[in-house]
Structure formats: structure tokens, C-alpha cells
């Protein structure tokens, strides 16, 4: 026997040896087409089957002018562009060039299959329906949706189901972009000698960080220099940073990486109290106002999922924008209050808003700009898909830094999980890429009562 792994899905067909392998018949949900738009070339040498259903909420979506919006008439349009050029019908079935055979599927509203145990009151059960009547004919059906209920149902009744794999990364296998090696005492005090230290290990990653310890309980911190294959020494911070100093060994790398010009993507991962945010502002304003390496702040959050945006609450932009961004606005009066010494931030804080140096933008309105020599934080970035976390990156113009920040355990959008939001994908993309750096903190510092509150909750 030979198996293939199937390229989108965790699953895997079966081969004889004369190579004929079953062909499967995959119903895809509307959902997996809005987080995937190419979702449609994955499924090589199957069939893939769209039903008129999923179609209709797609034309349903393609009214938003968000992501969700434009991943709609992304596959609207491919759908439409199929019928050019190809030999047979949609109806029928369209052989594309990256293999899969393409059908719609136009069920007849209100008739009832024998045995389907669901009403056909609403658009999940008329899925569910399709793909039972096609079992019953005796095709090999597999949904693939990335609603959990659907899948339940679905398996309930018999039916395989699998959620959508192909832009996932492991949580749990994620790179941490800290490692703790031990070694013998004479390489620490060759690494502070000669401000350079050959990598004690293999398999250093660009940019990863060493912490450094030996049995006599000296220590040291370097960061990876791929170029030069060497362990390197921190940027000096000779006083604080807007007030802020680290407070463990994750931060103090943390802001080493928001400090070098030359990582132009960070990403940092970590619960909530563990500085994330408040790093990448202390950071950004020094770069801005003190060093003057970037024009200004543009700070952004993912408003809601699933294509509402700040058009549903009422006011101007800038009121609408103020309610998300309050955890911003605080932490920039915290930043301030600590920067002017004298615990009143206020009036820092207004020179600041008045510089028109920071920027607060919705996730929905960054894409088709371009952003060139900014230094730009995407906060919450785990509520992103992949495709907008893509979208994000490419809007970056020269000399721009991008910085996410997020905590994929705690998840707003209904159809991302830790594995496939766009934050942990971005980790495992850029993860060997030179320009790139990760930090994952896991040491709450907010307050004593957040990090026991973080640790038996």
C-alpha cells in the first residue's frame, strides 16, 4: 500500500498498488471559503462540491468591505471564471489545472431525503443535507467545515467530517524564540570577553535568543546572528524606556527585538498582563519621538470578526474607534505618567495626540494602503485569519516595522482556533527568515493578583 497525505487535511487516502486510489467527494462551508479563498485547488485528484447554499451566503458576504468582504468576491469570481474556456458545466462538474473536479450542487428546496433526521429550517441543515444524499448515492463524502456544531452534526448522522487544515500551525510545537542552554562557565566569560560566542548548539533559529547558564550559576544573554553563526550581545539600554524596564528575561528579549532597524516583523505571544503591548508602545515611542527612525505610530486592532466593523456603533470614526482602542489609550497614559515623572501623564499624553505622530486605524481600513517608514502594532492579532495577517504584512512600504502582538489561547472569532489564526501561522512562516523575530512571554507581571489569577483560574 502507498499513502498519500492529503494536502489541506489531516487525513489521508489509502492507495493500491496498481495506483488507484478512492476518489473522495468534498463538500466545503461557506466558512472555510471565506478563510481560505484558494480553498478550492487544494483538494488535488477529488471532487469538490459547492452548494447553491454556500453560494448564497457568499453573495451575502460580498456587500462587506472587509476581509470577509473581499475573500467573497475573490471566490465568486474564480467560481464565474471557471465556466471560460472549460469543456462541461459547473452543474456537471469542471476539471481544473491544479486537479480537483469543481461542481455546484443545485439541491431542491424543501425535499426530503429519507432518513436525514435534521428540519430544513436553515442553511447548515440544507448542507448537511447534500452531503447525505450523496452518501446515499454512494460517493465518498467528506465535509469540510470550520464550524464545530456542523461537524458534530454531521458525524452524528454518520458522516465524515474534518475541519480545514491547510493554514494551520502547531500552538503547542510553536517556536518560543527563547532556548536555555547550558555550558561550562569559560564560554560565558569568552561571550562577555569577546562580545561573540560560536552557537553552543544546533539548529538556531535567526534571531533566537540563548539563555546562557552554568554550574557555578554564572549566566548570559545573546541573540542568534545567522549571517556570522554566532551568539551576540543585547543592544544596550543605558536608562529606562518611557518608564518602562524589563522585568524577566523574556521582556528584556522582547525589547531587544523592537529596537533593532533591521527585524522588520515581531511577533509576541503571551496571556494577558505579561507586557505584550505596553513593550511595543514603550518601544515604538522611543523610536518615534526620541530617535526619529520612524515618521509615526499606527496602532490597530481587529474590530469584530466575521465582517462587522466600526459602521455598527454609532458616532464619528475617531468616537467609534476610541471604545476598541481603550486598552491603548491606557496604556499610553501609563506609558506618559512614567515618562514625565511626576505621575500626571495628561498633559504629555495631549502633546503626544496633538503631534499627529500616532495613528489609530480598524484592521478593515489598513488594507489598500500603503505604509512606508511607520511602526505599526497589531494588537489582539490572534482574531486575524491568516489571509488577514497576509494582507497586514504586504501593506508594509520601506522601512516600516510591524509588530504583532496577541494570545491565540484566548479567541474572539468564531471559526479560528490556536492552531489556524493568523498570528500563530505568521510565527510558523517566518520562523527562519532573517528580518523576522518571536518572543513567547509567559510570566505575568501585571500585578501579583493577575498572575495568580493567570496561573489557578
Not at 486537479?99 to 429519507?114: D, F, Q, S, W
Not at 464550524?147 to 458534530?152: E, K, N
Not at 504586504?394 to 472569532?413: E, F, H, M, W, Y
Not at 532573517?434 to 518572543?439: E, Y
Amino acid at each position: 500500500m502507498i499513502v498519500a497525505n492529503q494536502p489541506n487535511l489531516g487525513k489521508q487516502l489509502q492507495f493500491s498498488e496498481g495506483l488507484q486510489v478512492t476518489r473522495h467527494t468534498f463538500i466545503i462551508d461557506t466558512n472555510v471559503l471565506i478563510h481560505d479563498p484558494d480553498a478550492i485547488k487544494r483538494f488535488k485528484d477529488n471532487d469538490v462540491v459547492i452548494p447553491l447554499s454556500v453560494l448564497e451566503e457568499l453573495d451575502s458576504f460580498k456587500r462587506y468591505q472587509d476581509e470577509v468582504g473581499k475573500n467573497a468576491r475573490e471566490v465568486i469570481r474564480y467560481i464565474d471564471s471557471l465556466k471560460v474556456g472549460s469543456a462541461g458545466a459547473l452543474g456537471s462538474g469542471i476539471i481544473i489545472p491544479e486537479g480537483p473536479k469543481v461542481r455546484i450542487h443545485l439541491e431542491p428546496r424543501g425535499v426530503k431525503v429519507a432518513g436525514f433526521p435534521l428540519p430544513l429550517d436553515r442553511n447548515s441543515n440544507a448542507f448537511l443535507l447534500i452531503a447525505y444524499s450523496l452518501k446515499e448515492k454512494g460517493e465518498a463524502v467528506v465535509i469540510v467545515s470550520k464550524d464545530f456544531v456542523t461537524r458534530v452534526k454531521a458525524e452524528a448522522m454518520g458522516l465524515e467530517a474534518e475541519d480545514y487544515e491547510n493554514l494551520k500551525v502547531s500552538y503547542e510545537e510553536m517556536y518560543k524564540g527563547l532556548r536555555r542552554v547550558n555550558v561550562v562557565k569559560r564560554d560565558i566569560d569568552l561571550f562577555y570577553k569577546d562580545g561573540a560566542l560560536p552557537a553552543p548548539e544546533e539548529g538556531f533559529r535567526p534571531n533566537e535568543y540563548a539563555l546562557l547558564t552554568s554550574p557555578e550559576n554564572s549566566s548570559a544573554v545573546g541573540k542568534f546572528n545567522e549571517k556570522h553563526k554566532k551568539l551576540e550581545p543585547l543592544i544596550q539600554i543605558s536608562r529606562d524606556i518611557w518608564g518602562i524596564q524589563p522585568l524577566n528575561i523574556e521582556q528584556r528579549c522582547a525589547i531587544d527585538l523592537l529596537l533593532r532597524d533591521d527585524i522588520q516583523l515581531v511577533t509576541l505571544i503571551g496571556s494577558a498582563g505579561t507586557g505584550k503591548t505596553l513593550l511595543a508602545l514603550a518601544c515604538g515611542m522611543k523610536k518615534v519621538f526620541d530617535d526619529n527612525v520612524y515618521s509615526r505610530i499606527l496602532i490597530s486592532r481587529p474590530i469584530m470578526p466575521l465582517g462587522k466593523d466600526i459602521g455598527y456603533l454609532p458616532g464619528t470614526k475617531e468616537e467609534k474607534l476610541y471604545h476598541w482602542m481603550q486598552p491603548i489609550y491606557d496604556n499610553l497614559e501609563f506609558l506618559c505618567s512614567n515618562a514625565n515623572g511626576a505621575g500626571n501623564g495628561a498633559a504629555t499624553l495631549a502633546f503626544i495626540m496633538e503631534s499627529k505622530k500616532i495613528e489609530m486605524e480598524a484592521v478593515t481600513y489598513i488594507r489598500g494602503r500603503s505604509l512606508p517608514r511607520m511602526y505599526i502594532i497589531i494588537d489582539e492579532a490572534q482574531n486575524l485569519t491568516p489571509h488577514e495577517v497576509k494582507t497586514i504584512i504586504s501593506r508594509a512600504g520601506k522601512g516600516t516595522k510591524v509588530i504583532l502582538t496577541g494570545d491565540p489561547t484566548q479567541i474572539d472569532n468564531p471559526y479560528l482556533d490556536k492552531d489556524s489564526n493568523g498570528l500563530t501561522y505568521a510565527v510558523g512562516k517566518f520562523k527562519n527568515h532573517r528580518i523576522f523575530g518571536h518572543m513567547f512571554l509567559d510570566k505575568t507581571e501585571r500585578s501579583e493578583l493577575a498572575s495568580i489569577a493567570a496561573e489557578i483560574l
